[in-house]
């Protein structure tokens, strides 16, 4: 049976066409700096935000309307799972990422918890065997459930900590049936609430813990995703651990998961921690930790977690120039961490907004392969830089020179000649990329 | 002569004074958790806000009333070491910091402004020698001068690179020459206007190059201050290397810069990054690098660096734990890095403003000796975490657990018993050790 | 039957009670600026945090533990009147405010809704009845249902117009059952998602038009409860037409409102909107507009409606000095529109938390009346704005001059004597009044 | 002589040019909307950006190159009537706007300014005769120099209350004499430091008695500019009272200034005040107080004024269809309020970035024009807003409804049918619009 009998395959029809469900951007096997698209942007699919979140907000009822649900909580798992691949094959995405509670109910006790993932995972493996489409990366929620109201590695009570234990195992179960090529960790509630009440340090040890537990029952197990850490300043903490890219890398440094571990980006949680995307992919690339990314975008003038699908073509095509940059993403993908506006409560809206946010990143993908052809970025760099290419600056670069041998220089050389940057003028020439 | 004939030295004369030139909290003597309070507090003046600022803002000119200025630049920067001395004094200012280009003229040349410097430091010593005062901490200022435009350890010309480590040289020279228990590096420009032009890992490779050209030197002359980094998030940069404590500890771990740099934390740094100056100070602390603050504070609902005079008790009470905590805050010590607002533009307001920050950081000390000496803290986490002191917590802070045991203990134990916080209690308790 | 058979009436014990049940600070019946505590402050509960609030967050599912669930939602609508009362009458709240939708169930139509309405109303004016507690306000909840996901009165949806107008004549109808004091709008959803699709005039004319309907409704069933506006930024929409005071101010004056709105000031939704409490009370009373007080606070480190339970004492005295300034706050009240934390999930936590809060509202109208009585802003300011007592201020104030007099007057006059606002100096003695 | 002898008028090249020096999306003469692009734009340059901003930001000294410095201050404020006019003819912007301290020194009197801005305004006036430039407004800045500390017509001392209704009337003759189109209010220290020695009401009444004063004044020397306020929430102020437009338009209101006063509005204040810059023109428009624009862009994510040269296609596209649909702009315009970047230090950089901002502003233009034509806004909030052209809807807009007529419709109409805003294929087809 189909959910959606009404829309076909979403195909390519160029920028002309007037068919709502149709591509403008996105033209899968088009050939962009000698990849397909789709090889290259690698999309991937939310189980949560598609399937399971029902339009509710902290001051608004469920108002999603969903042909899916059935009569028990079970039986609407299973319709989910027949509604979403059907929705990955009309969209053409290749990818699928979920959370354990995403995809079956918790029931009430753990031991029913894992019965029914078992239930539905086989019915995912059929449905990936028969499709061909594949799992980005799955992971543990460990947030929602009232026992990690304060925290599930980093929480205050051991058995709690046991519990996040086994959903991570599960996890890991589970991605090896299903060949997942990552796995990720958001710590949602792995943070605080209060400081006043807070140890921190054990808190930090203690997700550390978990994360080398994780990596040892990989080896085991002979499964190794990527693990990711996917970082997020607050909400719903006051404050979690995984701050930004730079504090997920600090916390992989000194807890040596350096080798094991790179991050999982989100666009709207870059603006959260007072970063643009560009930023927080540079700063992971820069230290070989580009894992893969969240694909969304927030409201910078709102101080929460908006998770829109992506529409601004400037902020994605400087993100997919990172990406470029970064040689690719793979194993990562682009995975639609977005969800529709409470406005947007079709089912049809599910297809009209994941269009919205693969043309907008075809856009953008095609738009850094011409800066990258054009050596854009490259010469502007070269040029800028220029000065650490002989002389002075290739011997500071050669580390040849110290602080007795520089101050000779600078006494000698007083007055450096310094160059405008012309950045607006830079400015106006990167939107002839864009527009 | 005096610079402020009618102002005695600042004694305290206890809470029911109506001195305005008294200390009414901050009494140096008091013993304090064993030691005195001066002792405790190691209480730096900044030379910066104190005797070269003059309440301009960027929509305003100079307004602050100062009786120091001569007929030239250096006779001026004379003038100034005789009041900032009669100020440290008069307020019982154990330490000071500064920046190069605060006590002297940077002249023509690198050469003229090194001789400014020769000359100006040999009065502050002849100064420190009559009072007993200490240099807590110098530093180069390498964001003010045009040639920085684009940074200093991180800019894109070599030749300022080479100057800017020529100013660290001197710098060094001159903690050496007065005996400065730290040296700060605080990035203004390090970090960029707009990343479309930066070489992000290049600026950073150099500025751990010029760190460590900073360690070999002071090896080399046989003078170790602290080495201290200041995170602060933007301004003026677009965005800052150091963005926080967290950033400037994956900095170091990165370039193995460790053993030899702490950070200078700052309460209004630590807001415009999104985080109490409290949780900075903790992310320092149990990181073994915690080294010295700038005391000050921000307005929240401000978007920029406001450096007001620290009067916000809580707020302090819970930054002075965090000291206390660590076991004290020396060789570092407690810096005002703070400057009295535009509409207070006397001269005696310097003593006025720098009285209300001293007795604000003396009630923040008491309040905190008094929550360490009840274990107010200390006796809500031991219960809040009690499960890690015994069975199958222990057993996982020892590292004897795996995801395959847990996964067998929680499937047997699956309903933790989970204890409300009462934080609203713990928050009204709390009011009555600061009120 | 009793909800809390262990929790007895709250009782002041003072400062050095150890009892966590009892008030520390707040005392009913002290007498404060010639009224007792309980009449200056008129404490209110708010029935949606304590009864219906079940501690869900965007990423947490329900864990409040609350002990007055029944088998059908009507019978948990019946329990929560007995267990609210009886919060109310141990905690010694005077008043209560509430949404319809917090006391009754939709039902599947208006009619049942309505019905249930008279049914839970009838018990409530019962309970007011033995009690003696009145209603401080009461309001329709026009943004949780889904049918107001585009607004309510500003809906772009005539028959939800006739919906909203429902609610609220319903809402009239109970206030005048129920003796209600004031009747409060806040209009979560009255603004927009997203201005691309937005036709801001009429959604702004549709409200008034709402608002008018009540006007005229009120004077037909001869019952006039102070309309009040309460503002907020955004939050659930993109943004709210109400964003601040100021804002509401502006939209009763366009549409001739003033004479019978007020507005009801949070101080969350002060913060959210980039002022502090105390400026926007101060806005509201400088316009005749200040009706009444939702007691809570934010965390200005966040971005959305924390509603914490209000425990700085600096800021709440600063709101309660604009409420002494006001001459009180009657026929409004201090309603506390406050949940508690997630991680205070027991029931008791509710007794905690108010005791916290009114203890804290206690402290502030206590600071507040020493303030006043000492004059101390009052000399402050006078001092401050002495010249326009006489000479050419005076004559400003009277209109007499205008721009060609002070011309003359300025170039006669050229360099008026600025004096220090010694502003640092000031808060340094503010802090001897809050703590 | 010419201060750019080597740059020619910049012309229309066409998006082909590889010209540096030339526009490639401004073409004055092109029609759009049946009128020139010129004439729909109304281009002004701003004296202060442009001729006196020095590059120097708080924590860094001057470093722009400008080849008009003279010997003394009178010299080089002539030399800048020069140079400005032959920028100003090379950009073919045909108006301008400067505060009088722009143009001229202030001198050591209030009477040997007036005598420097009648020398200065001299110069200008035969510059404007010769070329055709006309004055978009002037303004008189009331918020550097120390006398207006603590606030212009706002301050605490009624001697500097006449000093700025003297700036004020000198400013209204120099708008008379230059035959200057409107007249702005911008109030930097029109607000509060601290709000704990502030009398609101006063200061607030001051404001509008000055511009009463500047309403008659302009009768009386009969010239009527459009008055207009700029709103901005802060900086320099803690905060400033015009905060946003609905702000000013509560002021206008209030004190019944609405016939004589319209609003300027600037990109970079709106989103300071937690606005979309879209926002604030629709506020204006709405309230027929759209007066100007100043343009340029802000970072949101940093929270000071940074006046960067408008570059954002998308914004700009929106703020330019709030002026198609406000019939345009006239009598005021699109004033460059915008600096180049500190890196951008060198001279030529003024044109780069004019010819950025034009560009820019042009594309807004032309895709504002396309969006009006193809009625792509009006068809969407048609169809959105149809319910309001029949039956219930026409009847609630013709004020026939109340809350008891509307009861009965909706008990008899309880279910209505709401649909999907597809708001993401909304901004899909909109950034077809837009790139």
């Not at 060949?179 to 006043?196: A, C, H, K, M, T």
């Not at 730079?246 to 350096?258: R, S």
């Not at 392969?369 to 600056?393: H, M, T, V």
Request: charged letters at 25%; a negative charge; glycine letters at 6%.
């Amino acid at each position: 049976m189909s959910y959606f009998p009404n829309i076909k395959k979403i195909e390519f029809e160029g920028v002309n066409s007037k068919n709502p469900f149709a591509f403008r951007h996105y033209n899968p096997e088009e050939i962009i700096l000698g990849k397909s698209m789709k090889e290259q942007l690698r999309f991937a699919i939310a189980y949560w935000h598609t399937m399971t979140q029902d339009g509710s907000d902290p001051f608004g009822n469920p108002v999603n309307l969903r042909p899916w649900l059935g009569e028990t909580e079970m039986s609407t798992a299973r319709n989910r799972v027949e509604a979403f691949f059907e929705i990955l094959e009309k969209l053409g995405a290749d990818y699928f990422c979920f959370h354990d509670v995403d995809i079956a109910p918790e029931g009430n006790s753990l031991a029913e918890f894992f019965n029914n993932l078992d239930e539905i995972t086989d019915l995912i493996k059929e449905k990936m065997d028969q499709t061909g489409i594949k799992l980005l990366w799955n992971t543990a929620n460990m947030f929602s459930n009232p026992r990690y109201n304060n925290g599930a590695a980093s929480t205050n009570n051991a058995e709690v900590f046991a519990m996040a234990a086994a959903q991570v195992k599960k996890g890991l179960d589970i991605s090896k049936k299903l060949g997942g090529q990552n796995y990720v960790f958001w710590g949602g509630r792995e943070g605080y609430e209060s400081l006043l009440n807070t140890d921190m340090k054990l808190e930090q040890d203690n997700i550390a813990r978990l994360f080398k537990m994780a990596i040892v029952y990989g080896e085991k197990i002979n499964h190794k995703p990527q693990f990711l850490i996917e970082p997020k300043p607050k909400e719903p903490s006051k404050h979690q651990y995984d701050f930004d890219a730079a504090t997920a890398l600090q916390f992989i440094q000194k807890y040596d998961l350096i080798d094991d571990f790179k991050l999982n980006l989100e666009a709207n949680h870059a603006t959260l921690a007072g970063h643009t995307f560009e930023h927080e992919i540079e700063v992971a690339r820069i230290n070989n930790a580009l894992g893969s990314l969240d694909a969304n975008q927030g409201d910078v003038l709102l101080g929460w977690d908006t998770d829109e699908f992506p529409t601004n073509v400037y902020d994605v095509t400087l993100a997919m120039y990172g990406v470029v940059e970064n040689g690719g993403i793979a194993p990562g993908g682009i995975n639609f961490d977005a969800k529709v506006r409470r406005s947007s409560f079709e089912a049809e809206d599910l297809f009209l907004a994941h269009i919205a946010g693969m043309d907008t990143f075809a856009r953008g993908l095609k738009n850094a392969a011409k800066l990258k052809s054009d050596g854009f970025f490259e010469k502007l760099k070269a040029k800028r830089y220029a000065s650490y290419q002989a002389g002075i600056g290739a011997s500071i670069l050669a580390d040849k020179e110290d602080l007795k041998s520089l101050t000779e220089y600078a006494l000698n050389h007083d007055h450096p000649t310094l160059e405008s940057s012309h950045i607006e003028y830079v400015k106006n020439l990167l939107n002839d990329y864009i527009h």
